[in-house]
């Protein structure tokens, strides 16, 4: 079976040789993935993997979901590509479905191929609309690879270009364990929050076109904000005309137990972008507004790929399926049983600091004695688990938060397998130490 495949070593050495090489990958020993099975991976020498990562949350549906990939196929045969300066009927359907489905009354999108292009799309209808160009962004935050997208990124790690796009201010994130303003919640009184005023009135002009920022950020390490803090911050965004740009990329189509991750905090976007779990592994990416601010772009705005007919049904297919299946009540109750166990786990090994998410988008910060960022045991943690055959993700700041964000189609023996693999893999670094 294993000798159609090229295996790890000859990919890495094509790899150096013809792929630039800031394309990194996890693990000192990886392995071949070439199959998938709703949770499950597989190697080239046949070995199964419990995706506990999603491809860092996109399969919610589970890998090669069937339905889905019967009505892919299906659209793949009739009609693959015509490009939105014709009619097709998917797009309308996907866009239609969306406005069901996201809060409030966002309801026109734009559909693009990337979350990176719906952050930049999305702030440039934010600066049409208000007809402004400042911008506030999160520490911590996360928004795409693009000149601007990564202009407002707030990790170093991800911040290649050393000079980035101005007119942006960050605001200090809700980072309650390791809380930028050195208070704890809830004695702050949202002092994070708060600080989207003074960062208006020192950094800018008055004059900001939006802010944007991801309900629970992926990349800064799964950083969950107290329930207060998305309506402080929409509130005083409105005092001074700012819109609020909500990046639903990670957090969406069902994985903290609710179709999107803001309606947590009630406070609905005026701007609101999505892409990876959209797709279930198709490219798609599109942004969403009501119709007094969608309706201010109307100069010509295309995208060759765009809306095309086998994202959008992928979109459609997907969409049904997490509905049909109730995997947003699984999520949510899969996802509490997961982080009970993880708060188990915490209370055990002192590597783990801080449980946080909601759903089944959890996160396990690992520190040494001081909160100093275990980045080194976490790489270890990683590498031990998949060679058990359990691939988790990592993230944060430090690169030292374990990533738990699973296709929504798993069981309780799911996690079950999972903790008592950890609490074994735990136990062995700590020994390391
Ligand atoms: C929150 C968030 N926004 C935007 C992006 C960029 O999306 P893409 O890689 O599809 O361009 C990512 C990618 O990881 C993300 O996590």
Redesign the pocket.
């Known amino acids: 079976m294993s000798e159609k495949y090229l295996g790890p070593a000859e990919i890495i050495r094509k790899k150096k040789e013809y792929i630039i090489p800031c394309l990194y990958h996890f693990y000192q020993k990886p392995m071949q993935l070439v199959r998938g099975e709703m949770q499950y991976l597989y190697d080239h020498k046949g070995k199964k993997y419990l995706d506990f990562f999603s491809g ?2 996109v399969i919610n549906a589970g890998h090669c979901h069937p339905e889905i990939t019967k009505r892919i196929c299906e659209q793949v045969k009739t009609l693959q590509h015509v490009c939105n300066i014709y009619l097709t009927q998917p797009i309308v359907e996907l866009a239609e479905k969306l406005a069901e489905i996201t809060p409030g009354r966002l309801q026109k999108s734009f559909f693009c191929n ?6 930049e799309g999305a702030i440039l209808l934010a600066k049409i609309a208000t007809r402004r160009s400042e911008l506030l962004a999160l520490q911590d ?5 693009t000149y601007l ?1 990564m202009s407002l990124t707030g990790l170093r790690f991800w911040r290649t270009d050393p000079y980035p796009a101005g007119g942006i201010s960050f605001v200090p994130n809700a980072y309650c364990y390791r809380c930028p303003l050195n208070l704890s919640y809830p004695s702050c009184d949202l002092a994070c929050a708060e600080a989207v005023r003074r960062v208006i009135e020192t950094s800018t002009s008055g004059e900001v076109a939006a802010l944007i920022a ?1 309900p629970i ?3 800064g390490g799964i950083i969950t904000p107290p329930p207060e803090y998305f309506p402080r911050v929409k509130e005083i965004l409105k005092e001074y005309g700012a819109l609020l740009i909500i ?1 639903e ?3 969406g189509f069902g994985r903290t137990g609710k179709w999107f991750a803001i309606e947590h905090w009630g406070v609905e976007p005026d701007i609101m ?1 999505m ?2 779990a959209l797709g279930n592994g198709v490219p798609i ?1 599109v942004f969403t507004a009501p119709p007094e601010i969608a309706d201010t772009y109307t100069r010509p705005g295309a995208s060759t790929l765009g809306g095309n007919p086998v994202s959008m049904v992928a979109g459609l297919a997907t969409i049904e399926v997490i509905e049909k299946e109730n995997l947003i009540a699984n999520a949510a109750s899969v996802g509490a049983y997961l982080k009970e166990k993880l708060l188990e786990l915490k209370e055990k090994h002192p590597l783990i600091g801080d449980v946080r998410g909601i759903g089944l988008m959890l996160g396990a910060e690992l520190v040494r004695e001081g909160k100093e960022p275990a980045a080194a045991e976490t790489d270890a943690v990683l590498e031990k688990m998949k060679d058990r055959g359990i691939i988790i993700g990592k993230n944060g700041r430090y690169r030292n938060v374990l990533a738990f964000q699973p296709p929504l189609v798993i069981t309780k023996e799911n996690v079950d397998e999972v903790v008592s693999n950890l609490d074994a893999v735990l136990t062995e670094v700590e020994k390391m130490r």
Do not use: F, P
């Open positions: 860092v949350s990337s979350g990176t292009e719906a952050n935050g996360l928004y795409g690879r997208t991801e950020q992926g990349n990046d990329i990670q957090t972008t892409a990876k990416g």
